[in-house]
């Protein structure tokens, strides 16, 4: 796997150790970059390295950020659940956008259609590596920013 998608919803957790416009507005500097555990479900296996896509659910819903993954999951405390368990991966964010930019999931299924944008209900979602080059092109095209290797 080389992509993931991974989700947030604001309406059930806003738990970003700084609030989420003030990281946004820091990103438009290309250089800065923003370190965070993020949940990838019950996924045993991600590698170092994956791209992260961040989905943004809820009253809003579309692509919102990329970053990529710097450690292998581990297990931890539900966010929202201590009686469950999930696996984390910290994930460096290279590109978190204002809300008002997101990349609309009606253009993400139009664009990227291998993906089931609509059913993405918890991180931890591959992207089919027939689908990441389309995707890099609409974020480019939406956002201006390339993704660097």
């Not at 253009?107 to 591959?126: C, D, E, R, Y």
Request: hydrophobic content about 40%; proline content about 5%; charged content about 25%.
């Amino acid at each position: 796997m080389s992509a993931l998608i991974i989700c947030w919803n604001r309406d059930k957790w806003d738990g970003w150790d700084t609030p989420y416009e003030a990281i946004a507005e820091a990103m438009r500097d290309p250089a800065f970059r923003y370190v965070c555990r993020w949940s990838v479900g019950a996924r045993r296996t991600v590698t170092v390295g994956t791209d992260a896509w961040l989905l943004r659910q809820g009253r809003i819903r579309g692509l919102i950020g990329h970053g990529r993954v710097l450690t292998e999951p581990v297990e931890g405390p539900h966010f929202t659940d201590p009686g469950k368990t999930r696996r984390y991966v910290l994930v460096e964010f290279d590109t978190l956008l204002d809300e008002s930019d997101v990349i609309p999931a009606d253009l993400l299924q139009a664009v990227v259609p291998q993906v089931a944008w609509a059913f993405q209900f918890q991180s931890g979602n591959s992207v089919p590596g027939d689908a990441e080059s389309q995707l890099l092109e609409l974020w480019t095209d939406a956002t201006g920013r390339a993704i660097m290797d």
